[in-house]
């Protein structure tokens, strides 16, 4: 092969690669970090408004919820975020504050899902 081929086939190599990262970071999948280090590629539906606000959901696999983000206000701003929903709760909750998110209890996720989807199938 001449010299000119190697560097087409790594040019459209690399073409290819940007594009595939740049689909898995800003399209419907997307990966995310879990508190306990660990990376997940996960996809999300969409934004879903209801009555008091809005919430996007995101799962792994077909049906894994690991994470559920809730903008209790209406303001457009998540400000609940409970990470492994695999039961009914959360293994860990975030509230978001001045400087980013802060802990919570996962108590505060529930609550804050319940008030959220009353109503809401």
């Known amino acids: 092969m001449k010299a000119w081929n190697f560097r087409l086939v790594g040019l459209i190599g690399a073409a290819l690669m940007a594009g595939l ?10 990966l995310i970090r879990m508190p306990d280090g660990h990376w997940l590629r996960v996809r999300t539906p969409g934004v879903i408004k209801v009555a008091g606000g809005q919430y996007r959901y995101f799962m792994w696999g077909t049906d894994a919820v690991v994470r559920r983000e809730l903008d209790t206000d209406g303001d457009g701003r998540y400000d609940v975020r409970g990470d492994d929903w695999q039961s009914s709760r959360p293994r860990w909750c975030w509230l978001r504050g001045a400087s980013g998110w802060e802990p919570a209890a996962p108590e505060r996720c529930v609550a804050a899902s319940d008030q959220l989807l009353k109503g809401h199938p």
Request: aromatic share 0%; hydrophobic share 70%.
């Open 21 to 30: 990262i740049a689909l898995a970071v800003a399209g419907p999948v997307r």
